[in-house]
């Protein structure tokens, strides 16, 4: 199994950065779409051997009403109420050919729809996901979802979703993900911090990064790679750090 580690973000100048890792995962393409000007830019400013990530463009996921569109810069053309929680609408799927043009030109190997904790668990909402999953997983990118909420509590609801082909989400030093039975491309855990549901100030332990390293490695009959992604303030130097701590344990890391 091939353990690929990265940040959600880039804390540090991209040369400091890709000397030191060789994985990203893009935030700006959750906050603003960016331009096919500034995709071409970023990709030919990094390694070509660069991995690349992406999290889903947040008018798919979040709609209007959130706060987090305040930042949006470039808002989408149409009726706004039709924009997100994975609704299958002329709207989000527009968004989806959209984003997918930014991650082809970014060369993105994976694209992360962090759905946040107001898309709860219902009938309906399980629904539009599927829909929504059905038309995306046909794709050329590995399609991750990192639900929230009340999700957390309906684990069948999950399955079905990852059944399609969707890489369940999930910070592995909380909880496990749901993987199907015959395997998977690969797995993705995005590391918030230690000490509630999300603590971007926590920096992570020689202990934790142990145990990381063994849960991921517990993995390594279901997935020929595992993707490990920090989102915490110290995710740099834990990142580093981690990729340091695996190799020393025999895993393959990129």
């Excluded at 070509?48 to 009403?65: L, M």
């Excluded at 109420?81 to 709207?91: A, D, I, N, Q, V």
């Excluded at 797995?187 to 990064?209: A, C, F, M, Q, V």
């Excluded at 390594?220 to 340091?244: C, G, H, L």
């Amino acid at each position: 199994m091939q353990v690929i580690v990265g940040c959600c973000g880039i804390p540090v100048s991209r040369a400091k950065y890709f000397e030191a890792l060789k994985a990203v995962e893009l935030q700006n393409t959750f906050y603003d779409l960016p331009t096919e000007d500034w995709a071409r830019s970023f990709r030919s400013s990094i390694p070509e051997d660069a991995i690349v990530t992406v999290k889903a463009w947040q008018v798919i996921t979040h709609p209007h009403t959130s706060p987090t569109w305040r930042r949006m810069k470039r808002k989408p053309s149409g009726d706004l109420s039709k924009y997100g929680f994975l609704r299958p609408t002329k709207e989000n799927l527009e968004a989806w050919e959209k984003l997918r043009r930014i991650a082809q030109i970014l060369g993105s190997k994976a694209i992360v729809f962090q759905t946040p904790p107001s898309f709860g668990y219902s009938e309906e909402n399980l629904r539009n996901a599927i829909e929504f999953f059905k038309t995306v997983v046909r794709s050329e990118f590995l399609i991750c979802w990192e639900p929230r909420g009340t999700w957390l509590q309906h684990t069948e609801a999950i399955r079905k979703v990852v059944s399609l082909g969707v890489v369940h989400v999930v910070d592995i030093l909380k909880r496990d993900p749901i993987v199907p039975e015959d395997g998977t491309p690969a797995l993705y855990t995005r590391l918030h911090g230690l000490g509630g549901e999300i603590n971007y100030r926590y920096k992570y332990t020689d202990s934790d990064l142990q145990e990381l390293a063994d849960k991921v490695s517990r993995y390594s009959s279901v997935t020929p790679q595992f993707y490990v992604m920090f989102n915490n303030i110290y995710m740099f130097n834990d990142a580093v750090r981690f990729k340091n701590l695996a190799a020393e344990k025999g895993l393959a890391v990129v």
